[in-house]
C-alpha cells in the first residue's frame, strides 16, 4: 500500500510562489499518470495537472496554467508542484496522486494565499 505525505504548504501573498512536494512510501513509477489536485473550502477535489512517467505533462484545470508546472523525480518517489503567480483563488488544500486514483489520498498540504 502506498502512502503519499505532501508538504511544503504555508501562507503566501498573492503574486508569491510555493513549491510543493509529494513523497510517497514506495515506488511510483508503476503509476504512469501521477498528479495533483486540490480542494478549496465548500468545493469538490479537482484534478489540477499530471505527469508521466516519461515527464510529460497536461493541464486539467487552464487557470493554473502557465503559472504552476508538475515535475516527478521517479528515483526519488516524489512528485512536485511549482506554483507561481499565486492568487487568492488558489488557496485550497492540494493533494497528490495517480490518475485515475489509485492510491490512499494523504493528509494534503494546505496552501493560503493573501489578498
Known amino acids: 500500500q502506498v502512502q503519499l505525505v505532501e508538504s511544503g504548504g504555508g501562507l503566501v501573498q498573492a503574486g508569491g510562489s510555493l513549491r510543493i512536494s509529494c513523497v510517497a512510501s514506495r515506488s511510483i513509477f508503476g503509476a504512469r499518470f501521477m498528479g495533483w489536485y486540490r480542494q478549496a473550502p465548500g468545493k469538490q477535489r479537482e484534478l489540477l495537472a499530471t505527469?508521466?512517467?516519461?515527464?510529460?505533462?497536461?493541464f486539467a484545470d487552464y487557470s493554473v496554467k502557465g503559472r504552476f508546472t508538475i515535475s516527478r523525480d521517479n528515483a526519488k518517489n516524489t512528485v512536485y508542484l511549482q506554483m507561481n503567480s499565486l492568487k487568492p483563488e488558489d488557496t485550497a488544500v492540494y493533494y497528490c496522486?495517480?490518475?485515475?486514483?489509485?492510491?490512499?489520498w494523504g493528509q494534503g498540504t494546505l496552501v493560503t494565499v493573501s489578498s
Open positions: 496522486n495517480s490518475d485515475p486514483v489509485s492510491f490512499t
Open positions: 505527469i508521466t512517467t516519461g515527464g510529460r505533462t497536461n
